[in-house]
T-cell receptor, first 116, second 113 residues
Framework: NAGVTQTPKFRVLKTGQSMTLLCAQD?????MYWYRQDPGMGLRLIHY???????AKGEVPDGYNVSRLKKQNFLLGLESAAPSQTSVYFC???????????????FGPGTRLTVT | AQKITQTQPGMFVQEKEAVTLDCTYD???????LFWYKQPSSGEMIFLIY??????QNATEGRYSLNFQKARKSANLVISASQLGDSAMYFC??????????FGSGTKLNVKP
């Protein structure tokens, strides 16, 4: 199993350009998440999905859109990139344990995005 | 909303000694989970340990244990017998309402030989 993969690993954008980050998981997890991590800080939740076809806003959703057309994929879009979106982006997925509790979030390796 | 506080930006520990990393949380939800993650300089997030709010016993995973004090709303990570490879950022996190995760600002641990 590949676990959680992210594409691309690095990207440099100019202000105003758009791009899509792809997250894929092969563990049949229902829940998927996008986070950003700024220097010296913890992760902040951008958007999340509790199942195919559903998405919801997290803590810092402005400037981003997401889609979950297939259970295994979760896309993060930047329509008009801004320097404030320079960050490392992490995707994660998790399952419910057999007792219906969250147990472990599996993270992708991250995408380092620079907006100039 | 949930809030996670890690008050130690950086810590040093001597190799082979134990170290405690502090974490406090703020929630009004009776059902929640607490996590610890390790982030080495390479950047990946590595799951270490999980504690559910209804778990009666403190969670342990190898050299990691979680000192869960519910009344004080603290979930400190204890690393026993520190190793040089333990040098990394450590993040405490909580899950709220079954689908939202909140992370603390992290503690940078340096293990000295």
């Amino acid at each position: 199993n590949a676990g959680v993969t992210q594409t691309p690993k690095f990207r440099v954008l100019k202000t105003g350009q758009s791009m899509t980050l792809l997250c894929a998981q092969d563990m049949n997890h229902e829940y998927m998440y996008w986070y950003r991590q700024d220097p010296g800080m913890g992760l902040r939740l951008i958007h999340y999905s509790v199942g195919e076809g559903t998405t919801a806003k997290g803590e810092v959703p402005d400037g981003y859109n997401v889609s979950r057309l297939k259970k295994q994929n979760f896309l993060l879009g930047l329509e008009s990139a801004a320097p404030s979106q320079t960050s490392v982006y992490f995707c994660a997925s998790n399952k419910l344990s057999d007792r219906g509790r969250f147990y472990e979030q599996y993270f992708g390796p991250g995408t380092r995005l620079t907006v100039t | 909303a949930q809030k996670i506080t890690q008050t130690q930006p950086g810590m040093f520990v001597q190799e082979k000694e134990a170290v405690t990393l502090d974490c406090t949380y703020d929630t009004s939800d009776p059902s929640y989970g607490l996590f610890w993650y390790k982030q080495p300089s390479s950047g990946e997030m590595i799951f270490l340990i999980y504690q559910g709010s209804y778990d009666q016993q403190n969670a342990t995973e190898g050299r990691y244990s979680l000192n869960f004090q519910k009344a004080r709303k603290s979930a400190n990570l204890v690393i026993s017998a520190s190793q040089l490879g333990d040098s990394a950022m450590y993040f405490c996190a909580t899950i709220y309402n079954f689908n939202k995760f909140y992370f603390g600002s992290g503690t940078k641990l340096n293990v000295k030989p």
